[in-house]
């Protein structure tokens, strides 16, 4: 029964994704630009919030916080090389720099990051159901901005709608036989666990804190900033209610 709640939350954090920023690209772009920043704005609040008091206290139940932090530091600077080596971006500016990038290193990066999201899902799910949720809702609220991102860029390198299409959904199905991999090999390594869950908190604290924080301030305005609020403490008050039932 758990496997199963793997797979539909590892399709719904990866397939799911893809579809839904498809399908903002068919929406006219002055909605587009309101929804955008909103829906990143909420991916920070999930993010974090998932990160500080879910992930990371599972894992401080059965390691030291010494140990915990150091693992999250080490996460850190992991995903910082990983970003460095194979062009893991999530930049949600179509003309920026990472963008101009050829359009084959945006699906090998999307594909590792997608397995990473996969294997955080499966994690999550083991510990309970509720985190599990939690962590997919934070994944795809991250996802759907990036994976418009990289659709748009993948237009702009040349490729036909469809072709994009069909890249980005197989650079995303990677999160699924990650997912079921980690399922049977973490449900027989239980010890192993708490160190996945302090690598994941990395994962989300490094994406919100270095890529969504940035993009949030490069806009001025204060409707622009309550709106921004808004979405994260909503974004953080979901997580919080999701983890209640943990």
Same mark, same amino acid.
């Given at each position: ?5 793997? $797979?539909?939350? &590892?399709? =719904?954090? @990866? !397939?799911?994704?893809?579809?839904? *920023? +498809? ?5 006219? /772009? ?90 955080? $899902?499966?994690? &999550?799910? =083991?510990? @309970? !159901?509720?985190?599990?949720?939690? *962590? +997919? ?5 991250? /996802? ?103």
């Amino acid at each position: 029964m758990l496997l199963i709640w793997i $797979i539909v939350f &590892s399709s =719904l954090g @990866s !397939i799911g994704a893809v579809l839904t *920023a +498809t399908g903002f690209l068919l929406i006219r /772009e002055p909605i587009q630009k309101f929804l955008i920043p909103s829906l990143i704005s909420f991916a920070s609040g999930t993010l974090l919030t998932a990160a500080l008091l879910g992930l990371i206290p599972h894992a401080l139940e059965h390691l030291d916080v010494q140990t915990a932090l150091t693992t999250v530091l080490v996460g850190i600077f992991l995903f910082f090389i990983l970003e460095k080596t194979i062009i893991w971006r999530h930049c949600h500016d179509m003309d920026c720099t990472a963008h101009r990038t050829v359009g084959s290193m945006i699906i090998i990066g999307d594909a590792f990051h997608n397995a990473v999201d996969g294997l955080v $899902i499966a994690t &999550s799910f =083991l510990i @309970s !159901i509720p985190i599990g949720i939690a *962590a +997919t809702l934070s994944v795809i609220a991250h /996802e759907i901005p990036q994976e418009i991102g990289d659709f748009a860029l993948l237009l702009h390198s040349g490729y036909s709608r469809r072709k994009a299409l069909i890249l980005n959904l197989l650079s995303s199905i990677s999160t699924i036989p990650t997912a079921i991999i980690a399922f049977f090999a973490l449900d027989t390594i239980q010890s192993v666990i708490p160190y996945v869950m302090a690598i994941s908190a990395s994962s989300f604290l490094y994406i919100a804190l270095t890529d969504i924080y940035p993009e949030l301030h490069s806009r001025v305005g204060l409707m622009d900033e309550l709106r921004e609020v808004i979405m994260m403490v909503l974004g953080a008050g979901i997580i919080i209610i999701l983890l209640q039932f943990h």
